[in-house]
């Protein structure tokens, strides 16, 4: 849903604390969809918030951390307007089989007071293995994505602190491998991938699908208070299945609201009029 009545954000100045390059992606999204400018600083190390190498851990949730940095970025710009993204990774949540990515890319806007939160999620390369061997280490690294991607090696396990992590060649890989192996003490090696932004191609992706959703929404603004961010906050079930007409778990409407005011407005889907049967309690119970 965009807006027929101009661009909120057009020529404000918007903060961007990162480290990792998330920059390129995020800049190159709401630059041109919503007008603004995103001004990077990296006056602050990221990495005191929490590591993906868990030498430093992260506290609250992971909406809460994204606010952090978007807030010490405000602060160090003097802007009222920051961004800030967090990523986290696990099993999918669905059948918990496959490596799972959730980005939130919040924007905080302290004139209008606002929050407003763009999320994307989708598969990951998030893995790791234990080996004594470099033949399984060639091809962990294969299906990981490298060099595209850059790997962390440790001795011994996964909460050793001595770690190597920004490997982005096979030649390096090797030598470091070799490394970690004559520091373990039980013979064994740990390797996983890098989830830094700019060291994870496929996760940057992720990231950069979030800025489009965030784009939308600031894009969006409410018919009845012109501010930016009416969105969808319910989705409504009871789509008539195919076959027999009767109403269906699928999703037959969106509610979206305001973020101030109490407007809401209901819109029916219009991509599709019924739902497989497959989807339907009385033809498939």
Known sequence: MTSNRGRVYRDRRVVLLTQ???ERVIA??????????????TGFD????????????????QLESARRKARVGMEFAGLPLGIASEGSFGPD?????????????IWIDDVLGLEIVGVSEGRSNFSHDLTASWQEVDVFARQAGFPEHHLVVRPENENDPRFFKG????????????SALKQSKNGKVFIETD?????????????????????????????????????????????????C???????RAEVYGCLKC?????RERTDRAHASAGHCNYCNP
């Not at 999204?29 to 603004?36: D, I, M």
């Not at 918030?49 to 949730?61: E, M, N, P």
């Not at 949540?93 to 890319?105: A, D, H, K, R, T």
């Open 20 to 22: 990792h390059g998330k």
């Open 28 to 41: 190159s999204v709401l630059e041109p969809q919503t007008g603004c400018r995103v001004e990077l600083t």
């Open 46 to 61: 990221t990495d005191l918030l929490g590591t993906f190498t868990r030498d430093i851990q992260r506290t609250g949730t």
């Open 93 to 105: 949540p669905m059948v918990g089989f496959f490596p799972w990515n959730v980005e939130f890319l």
């Open 167 to 178: 490997i982005t060649d096979w030649k390096e890989l090797k030598k470091t491998f070799s």
């Open 195 to 243: 989830m830094r932004a700019y060291a994870n191609p496929t996760r940057m992706d992720n990231i950069r699908l979030a800025a489009e959703q965030l784009a939308g929404k600031l894009n969006s603004l409410c018919p009845a208070c012109g501010l930016p961010g009416f969105w969808i906050i319910e989705s409504l079930g009871g789509l008539a299945c195919e076959a």
């Open 245 to 251: 007409g009767e109403p269906t778990r699928e999703v």
């Open 262 to 266: 109490p407007h809401r407005t209901t």
